[in-house]
């Protein structure tokens, strides 16, 4: 069985010039590595500033270059002038994904009213499912274990390798027709 | 009274292609048959492929030529490759109504994680609503459930027949002001 | 400190033709006199017909020549073919708020089924955060109260004045970072 390739981003103009260190990454591999039980992860790490041209080039190499099924961003979501993942990410769709967006939204409602400033989007873009995660590990996990169990029957329906996760963190759901038998 | 022109549209390859029965317009012929009260009901039903541009014709056609009121589609609105329906709605649509979307995602949420890769649009065109429904008779029926009170005042707002429904099944909503003065 | 200079702008034919008279703008007022402690308010008020060239041209008067921090537009969001007032706030924004727009609907659910039927969204302008409320007195209310408690750090975060809430009112929202030290 083939790898799943995950390609991470973290779009952050202080990060990215070492005014801070990074925690987008860390946390999204410790998140993933510790949900998902199958297949063997491979991941692609990028850190980069809050630049459109930059993120959509990303975005672009790591889905057709690098083959990711799956492409996390965190950061750059929010209503400030050199918040512009989102408008990247839609550039670069092939189809756009409104449900993420709206529970990401509705889950961290249930934290902090200013959620709603959040501009999360995912997007389809070939074999590849592009999410916008917000930028502070508290709120990455938060949103991850709000929408993760709709994300390996997604990768399913687009031809990526069958996710299997640690069901006693993220219950993945699918349709019984499309659950592999047991060996 | 003039009577209520709506279109069925099922969208799948499979069906339109005779490799399975199509369920979709059978299910939503019942549930209008059953929770419209009147007025009487003229259907256009039409079975097609996932070809974008064959759903764009057909939704011209029974909006623009036939006078459609309401067309429902059914199909085509998840995240795989041939899933092209909602951008084929958004493509005809003189405006958007993005809270059926949400709604009808909502709605699905509280049975199965997988609503949010549900990608429905409801759009306005001329005097039509067109709404994307999902394409499972079980989860057409959850939907419409939840989002059908709202549909006759939208009728109402675009000039179309005043709708009543069995209150048992579906109350519609009105202010106040728009409800017609019992006989 | 410098003031919080807020555009609202009420669209009605009816009102702006003097069909009937407007309760938008004191509604509006009245709310947000109440609401916001400080800063000091500058109101910019404009009542327009429903014609999207002139709702264009408020919106970009208000913002690039009058400077305003925050826009509320009240009317023109429903389903009818003369309300296009989502689609002219559209038309002039730099970045979609898209978590505005379902919240506001969410929160009108609790009260009325057809709160789908309301197309209003929220946008940034350059400096100044543009919302679209509902056309009734009660609905801006309850809609306000759904979602200013995101508003003051939003107008933060695209460098207007610091917005202190009535608590009692509504209780702004702020990360703990982006407080301001009590005096």
Redesign the interface.
């Known amino acids: 069985m083939s790898n799943l390739r995950i390609g991470i981003v973290s779009v952050s103009d202080r990060a990215s010039g070492g005014v801070y260190k990074d925690e987008g990454i860390p946390a999204l591999k410790e998140w993933l590595g510790r949900v998902i039980a199958s297949p063997a992860l491979d991941f692609e790490e990028r850190l980069i500033p809050d630049e459109r041209p930059i993120i959509e080039s990303t975005l672009l190499e790591l889905v057709d270059m690098k083959g990711c099924h799956l492409v996390l961003t965190t950061g750059g979501t929010?209503?400030?002038?050199r918040?512009v993942t989102p408008?990247a990410t839609l550039a670069v769709a092939d189809?756009?994904?409104?449900?993420?967006?709206?529970?990401m939204?509705?889950v961290s409602?249930k934290y902090?009213?200013?959620?709603?400033?959040?501009?999360q989007v995912a997007v389809?873009r070939k074999q590849a499912?592009i999410i916008n995660l917000p930028g502070q590990p508290k709120a990455i996990k938060e949103t991850l274990d709000g929408?993760f169990?709709?994300v390996p029957?997604?990768i399913d329906?687009?031809?990526g390798p069958y996710i299997e996760t640690n069901e006693s963190l993220v219950k993945a759901?699918?349709?019984k027709s499309a659950l592999k038998s047991q060996p």
Chains 1, 2, 3 share one sequence.
């Open positions: 929010g209503p400030a002038r918040d408008e189809k756009e994904m409104p449900g993420f967006g709206e529970q939204r509705a409602l902090v009213p200013t959620a709603i400033l959040s501009r389809i499912l929408v169990a709709a029957y997604c329906l687009i031809g759901f699918r349709p």
